[in-house]
């Protein structure tokens, strides 16, 4: 048996939905004329309630389209230090907007108001980077799946509304996030300038993000993904697998989190285990006394066929999906116990 929790980007298309995606209709998404992508970008607009929506290839490119929109060169973004747009998209915010990033040093990715108030350069101050945008990243991918608490992002909004700032969130932890706090769509539509949403991550589309925001901003964000060269052709029949994992695979990505939370408990009975971040959703990141016994687990479960990530810094990883069955969760909970070293 192989078992892979490296993330839950390595789910692949079940059979069901590729035979839903094999029977859509499709048209010239560059000309605005593939009723499946259309199709998608009204539901998910509607299902936030807000205006517009547009199909991404990644997440990425949803990410810096946005930041774009919002910035002009020169301007400054306001984001944790642990965020994805500053760490893992490869320069992106000052190679596509030329904009720099005030980072604050949060609690697991997650930044509060007064935090942000402190950084946001006066706008009359000429010296400095004019603050253009504050970014919220929920789930918080490096901070180990971290939700925010609703309440907290309300805060976030007055402080940004005083100071007329856009508000981006990067929601690729999304759906996760909304099942873990029980809270829905339009409760963030209402809140957030734009946010990206991701399906291929939990949801186990095979490709696709998707940006949402007022009309005007997805005007200019489809001039944008021009530009990024994110325009794509007849991807009707991957905005079909994004709107069959909504409607299918959402709700059930609670078993993630169950097996998830059963991961954690195990891990916490292990003497060498010295340290989980508490697990809020998919994802479990736990640090293992020393190295040399990092090393010795790590060869371990690679012998038996667990495949996992090293973070750096001593931070190992599991990412629970919709492919990580029960026979594995078993199998993987049984060789944990029998360790001992
Ligand atoms: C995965 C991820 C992205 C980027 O998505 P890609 O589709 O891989 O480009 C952005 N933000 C967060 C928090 C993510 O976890």
Redesign the pocket.
Known sequence: MEVNLISD?VTRPTQEMLDFMMHVNVGDDVFKEDPSVNALESKVADLFGMEAALFF???????QTAIKIHTQPGQQLICDHY???FN??GGGVSFNSGVSCALIEGERGRITADQIEKRINPSDFYHSPKTALVAL?N???KGGGACYDIGQIKKIKELCDIHQLPLHR????IWNAMLATNTSPDEYGALFDTI?I?F??GLGAPIG?ALLGSKKAMDDALRVRKMLGGGMRQAGYLAAAASFAIDNHWKSMENDHRKAKELEKTLSNLPFVNYIAPVDTNIVIFEIENQMKENHFFDTLHDLNILFIRMGSGKLRFVTHLDYTDIQHKYVINELMKLNF
Do not use: F, L, V
């Open positions: 980007t290839p990644s997440g990425t490119m949803a990410n965020a994805h747009i893992y998209e990243e789930t918080t991918n990067d929601g690729a932890g990206s991701c291929s991550k993000s």
